[in-house]
């Protein structure tokens, strides 16, 4: 997997969060793409790293790759709340309480605006906001409890350029981001912060797969102040940072690691 190579390859000049050694995280849609990579980086930190995804096979090799360290995969789908309460709960109870929570799991699948039904709508939601909020209201008795904690919920800045043909799926990351504001108001008495990554065009191997073509990435280079290609190591950096005690003063905030994509073409 490319992007779990680049987070390997720099892991020597990677920043080191002491206050991240010995944190239980958890993080959904962990096995592959960005969420691969943000496991990866918990590790080199010395975390006790949960996470969840419907692909067991990228899942199970990923633990194989970062062994002998603890890392621990759970076999869930997201959209099924019951099921992610369970792994949750058994996490609390295996490691004590998730004091990193990052809510990563999405599926940003393209559709004609004319081809949008009511069904389809509740399943974007599902796959890419919904269990944003209830992991959140899972993990936070144990945080009150460990005196704190941190939690980052993955948006896009799809939403922020107004981007066409996903219309259900940056309405459910605009959303993040009041979700965010408002978790952050609620849990912040308990020494919980929220904040939100706020990704851009980040090189996935499902992008490769499924979108990328050499118009396309010449769109982005040229649309972007920065002019090379995000990995979704870049993202991970970030998360890194707002789980930390670096970032204690920071909650309620969305964190653009975008290239400047959104500044260049009109959104922000």
């Known amino acids: 997997m490319a992007s779990f190579a680049i987070a390997t390859a720099v892991a020597d000049t990677a920043a080191r969060y002491p206050s991240l050694a010995g944190r239980v995280v958890f993080v959904s849609g962990g096995g592959s793409g960005i ?17 969840c995804d419907v692909a067991e096979e990228p899942a199970r090799a990923l633990v194989g790759r970062l062994a002998p360290a603890t890392v621990r995969y759970h076999a869930c789908d997201v959209r099924d709340i019951a099921a992610l309460r369970a792994v949750l709960d058994a996490i609390d109870k295996d490691w004590g309480a998730v004091t990193v929570l990052v ?24 796959v ?21 904690g941190s939690i980052i919920n993955l948006g896009s800045v799809s939403w922020m350029r107004g981007t066409p ?22 849990l912040g008495p308990h020494n919980i912060r929220v904040n939100s990554i706020v990704p851009g065009a980040v090189d996935t191997p499902r992008q490769r797969a499924l979108w990328r073509t050499p118009q396309l990435e010449r769109e982005f280079l040229d649309q972007q102040c ?3 290609r995000l ?19 920071m909650t309620g905030h969305d964190l653009i690691i975008d290239a400047g994509l959104a500044q260049t073409s009109g959104g922000g």
């Open 165 to 186: 043909g996903m219309v259900a799926y940056t309405a459910a990351k605009a959303a993040i981001c009041g979700l965010t504001r408002t978790l952050a108001r609620e």
């Open 231 to 249: 990995v979704g190591d870049d993202i991970a950096r970030g998360v890194l940072f707002l789980a930390s005690d670096e970032a204690r003063g």
């Open 226 to 228: 920065l002019k090379f």
């Open 128 to 148: 890419n906001l919904r269990h944003h909020f209830f992991a959140a209201q899972a993990v936070m008795p144990g945080m009150a409890r460990a005196g704190g």
């Open 35 to 51: 969420g691969a990579d943000i496991v990866a980086r918990f590790v080199q930190q010395d975390a006790r790293v949960a996470f």
């Open 103 to 126: 809510n990563n799991a999405a599926r940003d699948d393209r559709h004609p605006l004319e081809s949008v039904t009511p069904e389809y709508w509740d399943e974007c939601f599902a």
